[in-house]
């Protein structure tokens, strides 16, 4: 971690904080404030904040501070070596010289293997039996969090039966000195580890890894296939085998370099905890539910210790350049293992992860884009996401303007949209049940003879359409905004944000829509609430893509006359009880509160951390609907 800091120090990627700083909300702020800055900002070391512990922030938060972390110039080297070490592995082996060739190979990687050492880490330096866990400078991040949470963690266990290690990042809410909750979905493999000791009426050993090399932090997000260990991961990345050590009161092993070490157990047979909400990085709060109590029976940590944390909120964040790392590592064992077809695959800031993703492919034959969206809702960590969009390799899928256009072009809502039901991310709020719904593929790529519909064949200029927004609004009141800027633009999509007021209120008033002048000539209208901004299309595009059901919330419109196109109407709304008949709390949006942004504005100067940035939550002001984390 202190190689990790000097680095980004000499790179111009730190900046350190000397005044004291409160580690409840002020911290959060400022971090919240630097990492929506273009390009992430700057790493942030908060050198006095009432522990003994600096804390670093944001340390991850830009490609080229993920690139020092992971000692390349670009992420594609990665994914260039795990590629000719697949092929060298994997070809035909004729004869004995060839054999002899692979044991370069074989050789590298078992030197990525992690290793247990004997005798003490650095990371036990100072050991703290009498555990007390406000020694450490644990977090509370936004006004509405449950309390204070550990966001950062390698939370490592064990398969009881196969001995196999795991190391995922599951947050942990303090409670007491020595209790945290443990945060772990139902898909993850720590939940699955706890429900095996739960049948062999076991008490599960667990620890919590902070800090060390930046390549063991990014190695527990991850998204490995079960039994195949992070740290062999992170010692891939780094060139250096991870070395591991005994914990001290509990039968696991933990890195010897880490910074703090906290060991633990969880008891199966006990009653859960009710943990959060806490403001997650869908950019709205994930809501308190039951969850494992974490006992701590040890705290160790290195002389120096640094304390890493994060913040996540509404995107784009640190979160969101960990995410376009693994966009990048991991496209190389998708195209080699699952799609030999995919050229390239991009996941926008504003699906926060699982919400968007965007995927090109060496198109040969008819069909193929929805084989790759079935290939991919089957293939781990992507069974979560909602919406998929399969486009030709000749795009440029980072190019979202670029993007729009060919959608428009080459996509007709009722022939090329599709649906399906299947797994949804813990996360997502707006499923009418929990953890299932359906997901939305999108087919954009040019379409062979086979797949074509009449409607292909008509060439719309959308630059020439001129819709009369006042008198829009004026016939329908409950119309607040339209943003038809992108029409001349030539890409067929409408933002339109309104007050919805009765039941089935999208549908009925989008059949009408599509069939006003100009609008009829519009294949994809997006309605959202009032206020949300339409002209800020990346804030538009978050709120949709997370308030979205897709087989509940999509309407395709079929036109009467063939001159016309169809239509996909998206109700991006918020889903309410009396109007909607949905069942399930809905979250509300995350922001800092008013007497925390004075603060930070107050004593912005004092920071030492350049030009006054001012707080991306008045930006939201306007969109926040309760005092609590549930939208009342």
Not at 412 to 434: M, R, T
Not at 564 to 572: P, R, T
């Amino acid at each position: 971690m202190e190689t990790f800091i000097n680095k980004l120090e000499q790179a111009g990627e730190l900046k350190r904080i000397k005044v004291l700083v409160n580690t409840e909300l002020e911290i959060a702020e400022i971090a919240d404030r630097m990492s929506k800055q273009k390009g992430g900002g700057k790493a942030l070391l908060f050198e006095n904040n009432g522990t003994d512990f600096p804390v670093l922030i944001n340390a991850l938060g830009s490609e080229k501070r993920m690139q020092i972390a992971l000692n390349v110039n670009n992420f594609n080297e990665i994914a260039q070596e795990i590629e000719s070490l697949f092929k060298t592995m994997t070809s035909p082996k004729k004869g004995l010289l060839d054999k002899l060739r692979m044991l370069p190979e074989l050789a590298s990687i078992s030197s990525y293997m992690p290793k247990t050492i004997s005798g003490k880490g650095k990371s036990q330096e100072v050991v703290h039996k009498n555990i007390d866990l406000s020694i450490l400078p644990v977090l509370k991040t936004w006004n509405r969090d449950g309390g204070k949470f550990i966001t950062f963690p390698q939370v490592i266990t064990k398969d009881p039966i196969t001995d196999i290690r795991n190391v995922g990042m599951y947050r942990l809410q303090v409670f007491e000195k020595n209790l945290t909750g443990m945060h772990w979905h139902k898909h993850k493999v720590g939940a699955r580890h706890y429900n095996e000791y739960k049948k062999l009426g076991k008490l599960m050993p667990v620890a919590v890894a902070l800090g060390g090399h930046p390549s063991l932090t990014y190695s527990a997000t991850a998204p490995l296939p079960d039994n195949i260990d992070e740290y062999m991961l992170a010692g891939f990345l780094r060139k250096q085998k991870v070395k591991m050590v005994k914990a001290i009161t509990q039968n696991i092993e933990v890195p010897a370099d880490a910074d703090i070490i906290i060991e633990g157990y969880i008891d199966p047979k006990e009653e859960l905890i009710w943990e959060g909400p806490f403001g997650d990085h869908t950019g709205f709060f994930s809501l308190a539910d039951w969850y494992p109590k974490f006992h701590v029976t040890c705290v160790t940590h290195k002389k120096n210790a640094i304390y890493p944390a994060t913040v996540v909120g509404i995107p784009p964040m640190e979160d969101a350049y960990i995410a376009r790392a693994t966009e990048r590592i991991f496209l190389a064992p998708i195209k080699l293992v699952i799609l030999p077809e995919i050229s390239d695959m991009n996941i926008p800031d504003a699906g926060v992860a699982h919400n968007l993703t965007l995927v090109s492919i060496e198109k040969s034959y008819s069909g193929q884009a929805q084989k790759v969206m079935s290939s991919l809702w089957g293939a781990g960590a992507m069974m979560f996401n909602k919406m998929l969009a399969v486009f030709n390799s000749d795009v440029q899928i980072a190019d979202y303007e670029q993007l729009a256009k060919v959608v428009s072009q080459n996509t007709e809502p009722k022939d090329d949209v599709v649906f399906i039901k299947g797994p949804l991310d813990i996360l997502d709020h707006s499923s009418s049940k929990f953890a299932f719904g359906s997901k939305m593929g999108i087919d954009a790529t040019e379409k062979y003879e086979e797949e074509k519909s009449y409607h292909e064949k008509l060439k719309i200029n959308l630059k020439n359409i001129e819709l009369d927004i006042i008198n829009l609004k004026q016939k329908y009141p409950e119309i607040k905004e339209i943003n038809d800027e992108l029409l001349r633009k030539d890409i067929s999509f409408l933002f339109i944000s309104f007050e919805k007021n009765k039941k089935h209120h999208v549908e009925n008033l989008a059949k009408q829509l599509v069939k006003e002048q100009g609008i009829n000539k519009v294949k994809f209208l997006i309605f959202v609430d009032y206020p949300v901004d339409v002209f800020d299309i990346e804030q538009t595009t978050w709120i949709f893509a997370g308030n979205i059901e897709p087989m509940r919330d999509c309407t395709i419109i079929i036109p009467e006359n063939e001159n016309e196109v169809s239509h996909l109407i998206i109700d991006g709304t918020r889903k309410r009880a009396d109007i909607d008949n949905f069942k399930r709390d809905w979250p509300d949006i995350v922001t800092s509160d008013e007497d925390t942004i004075n603060l930070v504005d107050k004593k912005w100067n004092e920071y030492g951390i350049g030009e006054f940035i001012p707080s991306p939550s008045v930006k939201y002001k306007s969109l926040i609907m309760s005092k609590t984390a549930i939208v009342e």
